[in-house]
């Protein structure tokens, strides 16, 4: 049995679990099951496992953890990071050869030095695989000098809600952009209108919400529509109705949202602080990957991508992709 210790019921985590589940019995133990900066539907998913919520109070919900440790029979512990006191309580109980890691921050935001470089290693210590999402995750561990038996590349957070492929078919003109996540300032939102609006054939379409919404509402011209918010299980349309994706941010450990746009057929271009793009992105074959801060190169992959001939083989590119496989792979990275 792989018992699992995450914060979240988020639903990409919770379809992940569904699937290791079909394989080999998952018990996983919840931290928490809300936050403030999302939406109810991001967690509106049915598990087929077994599961807890620690509820009632850090002490109370300490002692169940520590009950569950000592009295459960599991074969792999997997815990979901290292930044909760519930995790360090696991990673010490349980024996060291049992325990493995998700990791899902990049060596581009995490900490590798001074005090919490020193407390991250002190964890990994404790840990004998980990099972990371991408290159960029994998050199943060080993930037911290992990030891461990492996370090897994699961090429994944989760599995999105995909959708059977559209068709290709090739279109005559590049308009409309599409953004999809928070209105925060790590989104890198303000720089991104900014060019846009130098950009008036264009159009710019945000979908999410956040507390710098109003703030980029004053700075956007007509050619920049906010949509708001739209459930997870609703975003293919939208996907669809545009032609590109973007994700400008300057912290991103994932992207799941760029997984979800190639899935709906869309090209993409992502910063190179966009944790999935080393995984994902082929430059020139389905995307573009441009240089956090350089506002030129930005500039020449929106018009790079708006050739059409460059743009429609990108189309056709992605239209081969098998998302089926994708999910297959990353599922059985947790069961050898």
């Not at 000098?145 to 957070?157: A, H, L, N, R, Y």
């Not at 264009?202 to 529509?225: P, S, T, V």
Request: hydrophobic residues 40%; contains cysteine.
């Amino acid at each position: 049995m792989k018992l699992v210790l995450t914060n979240l019921p988020a639903f990409y985590k919770i379809k992940l679990f569904n699937a290791i589940n079909e394989f080999e019995e998952c018990f996983v133990i919840y931290t928490s099951n809300c936050i403030q900066e999302r939406r109810k539907d991001f967690f509106q998913e049915d598990a087929k496992f077994r599961y807890i919520m620690l509820n009632g109070g850090k002490i109370r919900s300490a002692l169940k953890l520590i009950n569950i440790i000592l009295f459960t029979k599991y074969d792999e512990l997997i815990i979901g990071g290292w930044d909760e006191i519930y995790n360090w309580i696991c990673a010490f109980l349980s024996p060291k050869e049992k325990n493995s890691l998700i990791v899902e921050s990049s060596c581009y935001e995490s900490t590798t030095t001074g005090i919490k470089g020193l407390i991250k290693r002190l964890f990994l210590c404790h840990i004998s695989k980990i099972y990371a999402s991408g290159t960029s995750q994998k050199k943060l561990c080993t930037l911290l000098g992990f030891k461990g038996d492996k370090i897994v590349i699961t090429q994944g957070v989760g599995i999105f809600n995909y959708h059977e492929q559209p068709p290709y078919k090739s279109i005559e003109g590049v308009k409309n952009f599409l953004y999809v996540g928070r209105f925060s300032t790590e989104k890198n939102l303000s720089h991104l209108i900014t060019v846009f609006n130098e950009l008036p054939e264009l159009n710019l379409n945000l979908i999410g919400y956040g507390e710098q919404e109003e703030e980029l509402k004053r700075i956007a011209e007509n050619n920049i529509n906010f949509i708001g918010h739209v459930n997870n299980t609703e975003l293919s349309k939208y996907y669809q109705a545009n032609d590109v994706f973007i994700l400008p941010s300057v912290v991103e450990p994932w992207g799941l949202v760029v997984e979800e746009a190639l899935n709906n057929g869309l090209p993409v271009i992502v910063s190179d602080r966009v944790g999935c793009g080393e995984e994902i992105i082929q430059n020139g074959v389905n995307g573009f990957i441009f240089k956090l801060g350089d506002r030129e190169n930005l500039i020449k992959c929106i018009r790079e991508i708006t050739n059409i001939n460059v743009y429609n083989t990108m189309r056709y590119n992605i239209s081969k992709l098998n998302f089926e496989e994708i999910e297959r792979r990353q599922v059985q990275c947790y069961l050898k």
